[in-house]
């Protein structure tokens, strides 16, 4: 095995810091949402094109996918990067703020990008790794229910381009830059989206008796699923029940016919995950017909349970503490949020890591959050430090 130090380290990317923060600025200033990201796709393909790479476009959407294979190592990795932007009004303030009204880059995917063009531009520089290095540049993460990981996969991103293992990384407000934070196991929800159509029967405001008032049954409907994880759902076990949307009526004298909710329901354990289904499927049935009103109910699932493979979390860790020490390298909490990325681990081992973006970061889709740029280099060092090491066991 190769020592150590000729592994990638921090300071081979300190050269690159100013190119590095000049790729995410500008990626910063040019956002394109999910299933639009045309002009992003076309900037990440001739970079890796001119570094060497063999560059397939158009997987699953705008999908990049680059490979380059050097040594005779048999083993394969793949590392994956967001490239999608949201539909936010930017107030920044930065020099380098949306240059398009209405979208901006809220969640860090211009940085996780330029992290992996930067180890992308190492890694194709050295030559220093023993087998094939596969770098997934994804569309339409924020997409929902069929994103940009479920296109590429269905494109056939298994098959056309194999390999062993897969890792990813997102940014992480409060967390200081270039940290690292990594859990095995469960680590971000699946996130399902409940869609509920209540039918009551219209009428005069005045005369309420004649009505079934729709809207007063979503009110109590709202309050009682409050009782679905708390009576429901283990304490030991992590869930959440929001309703993030009621609609109905137009006017103050009029009892609408309709009352339609939205909500999110996410959970960290697959029986969980059809427990609260099942609840809240018979709470609303049960509630919403005991006042006289009749429902509809669509439950759609979202993206599953982000689950890190034990043995790949334990070696990313590993090399991160090579590179940033252990004391910059932390247990990562359970996280609320979901991740299309957990599509790519329930078909492949692999990890979802955690970049500190700074303690003081503004939260994820805030329109006041920017990527920090001085955790460029850290991110670049360690995707290339980590093909390095993978391609070496």
Known sequence: MTIDNDFARLS??????????????????????????????????????????????????????????????????????????????????????????GKMHACGHDGHTTVLLGAAEYLARTRRFNGTVNLIFQPAEEAGGFSGATAMIEDGLFERFPFDAIFGLHNH???????????????????????????????????????????????????????????????????????????????ANVIPEYAKMLMTVRSFDPKVRELLEARIKTLTTSIVEGFGATVEIDYVYGNPVVVNSEKETEFARMVAEELVGEGNVALCPLIPGSEDFSHFLQHKPGSFLRLGNGINSAILHSDKYDFADESLTAGAAMWARLAERYLDE
């Open 12 to 101: 081979d990317f300190e050269p690159m810091k100013a190119e590095l923060t000049a790729i995410r600025q500008h990626l910063h200033a040019h956002p394109e949402l999910s299933f639009e990201e045309a002009e992003t796709a076309r900037f990440v393909a001739e970079k890796l094109e001119g570094w060497g790479y063999e560059v397939t476009r158009n997987v699953g959407g705008h999908g990049i996918v680059a490979r380059m294979t050097a040594g005779a190592g048999k083993k394969s990795i793949a590392i994956r990067a967001d490239m999608d932007a949201l539909p936010i009004t930017e107030q920044t303030g930065r020099p380098y703020a949306s240059q398009v009204p």
């Open 173 to 251: 407000p409060g967390a200081p830059e270039g940290s690292w934070l990594m859990r095995s196991g469960p680590l971000m929800a699946a996130a399902d989206t409940v869609e509920i159509k209540i039918k009551g029967k219209g009428g005069h405001a005045s005369r309420p008796h004649l009505t079934i008032d729709p809207v007063l049954v979503a009110c109590n409907l709202v309050v009682s699923l409050q009782s679905v994880i708390s009576r429901n759902v283990d304490p030991t076990q992590t869930a959440v029940v929001t309703v993030g949307a009621i609609h109905s009526g137009e006017v």
